[in-house]
């Protein structure tokens, strides 16, 4: 019996082998990376305490915030008409001058 191997079936037998390592290697570098971004199985859980002084720091830090988103949406809301009267008149001029008179 007698076994004959050609150029052509070793250069197949490599090209083989080629794409089999390369899947390979794929898959493992897959692994690592899982392995590396994956959450631990066992959370941690901290349980943390209230203390109370600093439960009081945290509202009264809420309650100036608060104060302060106040005193900015009183800032960027736009003034009514009645403190404008020069802004009226200076419309009614330029009415006036165009001749549309109301």
């Known amino acids: 019996m007698t076994l004959s191997i050609t150029e052509t ?3 197949e037998v490599i090209e ?3 794409w089999v390592g390369g899947i390979v290697s794929i898959i493992v570098v897959a692994l690592v990376f899982y392995l590396l ?3 631990p199985r066992r959370a ?3 349980e943390v305490e209230a ?3 600093e ?3 945290m509202i009264r830090l809420i309650e100036r915030m608060e104060a302060r988103l106040e005193v900015l949406e009183r800032t960027v809301e736009p003034e009514p008409d009645h403190r404008r009267p020069a802004l009226k008149v200076v419309e009614q001029v330029s009415e006036i001058e165009k001749g549309e008179v109301k």
Request: aromatic share 0%; charged share 40%.
């Open 9 to 11: 079936d070793l250069v």
């Open 51 to 53: 203390d109370p002084s």
């Open 16 to 18: 083989i082998a080629t």
């Open 37 to 39: 971004v994956r959450p």
């Open 55 to 57: 439960v009081e720091e």
């Open 44 to 46: 941690k859980v901290r």
